[in-house]
């Protein structure tokens, strides 16, 4: 199928006319290392769209833009409701709260720490900038994989500002908007919102399809510019989400780790083996009720001789989260968990420079304060006589206050015209308290949305407990040369310390084995990144191919695991090694190619003699897009398809046939109408053309006898919509 479109796409073109466009793909100042930089100047393997090519694209969530960066991709640990990033097969995809991702997500230069707090909604965008490889020196925090950058529009003194709708499949709405300009001459304003609701795609047979959309996002901007050397930004933003929930398929697999599909499952007396992976008997569908908000001050004083930036920032998440575990119409397990997250963090950072030296200097301090729960609720009644109306299950709430102090530098010294020297380092100090109960509770109504208040918890006892603390010290460097054989091509080499900081384990069932520091906490990881890579810009710079080739060595490696509905990490040994090339051609007026290869060989040592993979860490990773558009009647029209591969990969450590997923190729295509004004445009989409069914997250409960059976999460199916957008 994804054959067939991108022929019937060239045997299109053939007949077209050749009046054509600019082409979109053109290159992205990024700030990368925290100064403005042509793409191709920077010694990083970066991707980076702006907001208009994304626009042009019909690029608006992070999956799109992730699946045009190689190496890149999401993990929805469990479903939509949040997502974290995987580069170069590095990936974290669990699903409470209390892990930090291994690959740093940044909203305007604030690190966003809970995964829940990571589904914010693209709209009203300057830019995106993914840089692979770990970035600890500039950065700081847990990026040894790399890190995504979302940096949206600012507030300036021109009127502008534009409005967006989208109708589509399962009655989709989607409206984003924003407005800004000046209120006086010394302060700017900027408002933006978007909404988005769809039906579910999950149908429901008991009634209530699953996985439908509502999301509210708002955000507004103050800039007071009071001089040409002073500036204060103020942002101010709100997210909520409340979908329902209980997205799994249940596959009968009765033998640990083998899928038994035409074996009943005789716990639960059922089996769903009508072969639609997009409908389910679901009796007590859950929800994810998220709330996420923030306020930022960013301040930038020029000094004669040097530029001061302050940022501080306080965001909150708060999360209630449940679903049908089983995934069947038996009332028996729903999981659930809970996230009260207030997060504070403070940047002071100096920068200058003179003709021969660049360097950057500053402090970073984030205090995390955390609870949240996790558990289940359980029927049948397991225990003392239970009250009237109740089920019993398991609490298990957990508290984790972290507090990191750092400094950096990063120096960069022009050893000749054409050759750069850079030296980095950044000294981290963690200190972190957690505090972990497993609780057996009456839950006196369980269909009550705050379930876990106190108010409807009966405890029957405290089954295990366990409190810890940690100081660790964790030291990130680099050592680069950056060499211009001319204005068109840079290689560089490098080596790169990357860290990322320890933490607890939150585990839902009662263990096995005693609650000790060995099992619920884990150590920070290390890791030896050495890196050689080029830019290459050649038919006048309409072109540019970039690759890296790079071998990484872990000391303490976080290993991430899921046992059954248990998400553990720990400390191992690993390795890895890979290269990519991407390539950005306009081959000629109006077109636009892209292309990206991805190879990645991860070796974790888990213990024993055993080496396995690495979650979410496919070999292979190919994207490309071809994007065509000539002039007709007074405007432009653009045709444009899309296509992502991952080769196998694996969603646990034990790599049973049950948590595996072959490769798979996901295509899109889109037509978009414009006029020469460009005052307003007309798209047209349709995502997954081939239909077709892939797996996004597996959770084996085979090996656990009170289920036999294996959750099987899917990702979206064929999905059309039209869009008109109005700009002023």
Do not use: C
């Amino acid at each position: 199928m994804r054959k067939s479109v991108f022929a019937a796409i060239a045997a299109l073109i053939i007949f077209l006319p050749v009046t054509l466009y600019a082409a979109v793909l053109e290159e992205v100042v990024v700030t990368a290392q925290k100064r403005e930089q042509r793409l191709q100047d920077v010694g990083i393997a970066v991707t980076a769209m702006s907001g208009d090519q994304m626009e042009a694209l019909g690029f608006d969530t992070a999956q799109q833009v992730t699946a045009m960066a190689p190496g890149v991709s999401t993990v929805q640990p469990n479903g939509e409701a949040n997502y974290s990033i995987a580069i170069r097969g590095v990936a974290n995809s669990d699903f409470t709260t209390n892990v930090e991702s291994p690959v740093a997500v940044y909203l305007d230069e604030v690190y966003v720490s809970q995964m829940s707090g990571t589904g914010f909604m693209l709209f009203d965008m300057e830019r995106v900038e993914i840089l692979r490889g770990p970035q600890g020196t500039l950065y700081g925090r847990n990026a040894t994989g790399g890190l995504a950058h979302f940096l949206t529009i600012k507030p300036s003194q021109e009127a502008d500002g534009y409005a967006k709708v989208t109708y589509g499949d399962y009655d989709q709405f989607k409206f984003e908007g924003a407005v800004g300009g000046g209120i006086t001459d010394e302060v700017s304003g900027r408002i933006s919102i978007s909404h988005h609701k769809n039906d579910g795609y999950i149908e429901n047979r008991l009634g209530g399809d699953l996985n439908n959309a509502d999301d509210l996002a708002v955000r507004a901007q103050l800039l007071f510019e009071p001089s040409d050397t002073l500036s204060l930004l103020f942002n101010v933003r709100r997210f909520e989400q409340d979908i329902d929930t209980g997205f799994f398929e249940n596959v009968s697999s009765m033998l640990p780790g083998v899928y038994t599909p035409a074996t009943p499952n005789p716990v639960l007396g059922y089996i769903d083996n009508d072969g639609d992976v997009y409908a389910g008997d679901y009796d007590d569908p859950g929800f994810n009720n998220l709330e996420t908000g923030g306020f930022t001050m960013t301040a930038n004083k020029e000094f004669e001789n040097f530029d001061l930036t302050l940022i501080s920032d306080y965001s909150t998440v708060e999360r209630q989260y449940i679903e049908d575990s089983d995934a069947s119409p038996v009332s028996f397990f729903n999981f659930f968990l809970t996230t009260d997250a207030t997060q504070w963090s403070q940047e002071l950072r100096v920068d200058s420079s003179t003709d021969t030296i660049r360097w950057v200097a500053g402090i970073y301090y984030l205090h995390l304060d955390i609870e949240d729960s996790n558990g289940g609720i359980t029927d049948p009644f397991i225990g003392p006589a239970p009250t009237a109306g109740a089920e019993a299950g398991l609490n298990n709430p957990y508290d984790s206050e972290l507090r990191s102090l750092s400094v950096f530098g990063q120096i960069e010294y022009a050893l000749a015209d054409d050759l750069n020297f850079i030296v980095g380092a950044r000294i981290i100090r963690d200190d972190r308290d957690f505090s972990f109960t497993v609780e057996a509770v009456e839950f006196l109504n369980p269909d009550l949305r705050n379930f876990d208040v106190d108010s409807n918890l009966n405890s029957l006892g405290v089954i295990a407990a366990y409190q810890g603390d940690r100081s660790d010290t964790e030291v990130s460097l680099r050592l680069q040369l950056d060499w211009a054989l001319s204005d068109d091509t840079l290689i560089y080499g490098s080596w790169n310390r990357g860290v990322k900081g320890g933490g607890y384990n939150a585990p839902i069932f009662p263990l096995a084995v005693a609650y000790t520091d060995d099992v619920m906490s884990f150590d920070p990881e290390e890791l030896d990144a050495f890196e050689f890579g080029f830019k290459h810009s050649f038919m006048d710079g309409r072109a540019r191919l970039n690759g890296a080739l790079y071998f990484y060595d872990y000391s303490d490696y976080q290993a991430f695991n899921i046992v059954g509905v248990d998400t553990l990490t720990f400390n191992a040994d690993a390795d890895s090694k890979g290269y990519e090339l991407e390539l950005q051609v306009s081959p000629g007026e109006g077109w636009d190619i892209l292309v990206g290869v991805a190879y990645n060989d991860i070796e974790v040592d888990v213990g024993g003699g055993v080496h396995t993979t690495s979650v979410q860490s496919p070999e292979w990773n190919v994207n490309a897009l071809v994007r065509y558009e000539w002039a007709l009647d007074n405007g432009g029209v653009a045709i444009q398809a899309d296509t992502n591969y991952r080769s196998e990969h694996t969603f646990s450590l034990a790599g049973m046939p049950v948590n595996s997923e072959d490769g798979y190729s996901i295509s899109n295509v889109a037509l978009t109408y414009r006029p020469v004004s460009e005052k307003w445009a007309l798209s047209a989409f349709v995502e997954n053309v081939a239909d077709k069914e892939y797996i996004v997250q597996t959770f084996d409960l085979s090996t656990d006898a009170l289920f036999g059976m294996t959750e099987q999460y899917y990702g979206r199916p064929r999905w059309w919509g039209v869009s008109v957008r109005y700009n002023w």
